[in-house]
């Protein structure tokens, strides 16, 4: 058996989002950090945009958008949900400082936040279970995988497991 690949494991993810039982990748969510110019690259190769108010990828800087320590299977994650949903995605927010703590954060590299556009929106309502609303009452989805989709209004809060 040859060795999964960064691309094995996306198109292993794609299929998983299709509702085919199938094996996980190997590296799991957590898999690797990654360095900002590492991720950036796999997000620009992929068509997947990000913004930042402060225009800047500082992971210091709370206005940036970085993507330095993001683990390498949110980075699967993402393009995974720009190639299963044929949707544009913008990402937001990624590891920078000014989010909530705790394990699963996004300055650990398990969350991101994109843009929220009818498209996306509609994917995400219509391929993963609704589970309700979270703690702090934004409306939650969560696919087959784990992961979660939570609404904050302005825009997608994505945690992958």
Known sequence: MKPRTAATAVTVAALALGGLAVSAPTAGASGTKLSQSTAAGQFRNAGI???????????????????????????????TLKQASGCAINITGGTEVGHASGTYSHYNGYKVDISRSSCIDGYIQNSFSYI???????????AASGNLYCNEGSHWDILVY
């Open 49 to 79: 945009t990000w913004s930042s108010s402060g225009g800047c990828t500082t992971r210091s800087n709370s206005t940036c958008t970085s993507f330095e320590q993001i683990n390498s299977g949110t980075v699967s994650t993402i393009i």
């Open 132 to 142: 309700g609303l979270r703690g702090d009452g934004y409306p939650q989805w969560k």
